[in-house]
């Protein structure tokens, strides 16, 4: 089992940033593959970005592209995602995912863990 608690969420405008870090416990963190996915309003839980399990390896979905940047300290059991430059489509729930493999993936289904959410909302 693995448990992951995501945090860092809030509400800012149009433009500015924030960080959203996700802390991992139970399950050995470090050997997986993790993942950042975004569930807006009346839609489907998208991929946003995925990371190697030792950070040399990641992707990102187009729309965040040049942005957004997933990183991850494996000393510390915890990923992140640093987001920038945010638009108001940004506003979604934000989920942190803990990998079956440890390749990265932007597949849901190579998913086995997840956290509980944090809500991001940006006002234009």
């Known amino acids: 089992q693995v448990q992951l608690v995501e945090s860092g969420g809030g509400l800012v405008q149009a433009g500015g940033s924030l960080r959203l870090s996700c802390a991992a416990s139970?399950?050995?963190?470090?050997?997986?593959?993790m993942g950042w996915f975004r569930q807006a309003p009346g839609k489907e839980r998208e991929f946003v970005a995925t990371i190697d399990w030792n950070g040399g390896d990641t992707y990102y979905a187009d729309s965040v592209k040049g942005r957004f940047t997933i990183s991850r300290d494996n000393a510390k059991n915890a990923g992140y995602l640093q987001m920038n430059s945010l638009k108001p489509e940004d506003t979604a729930i934000y989920y942190c995912?803990?990998?079956?493999?440890?390749?990265?993936?932007?597949?849901?289904?190579?998913?086995?863990?997840w956290g509980q959410g944090t809500q991001v909302t940006v006002s234009s």
């Open positions: 995912a803990s990998a079956r493999i440890s390749q990265t993936s932007d597949s849901q289904y190579e998913y086995k863990y």
């Open positions: 139970g399950r050995t963190f470090s050997s997986y593959a």
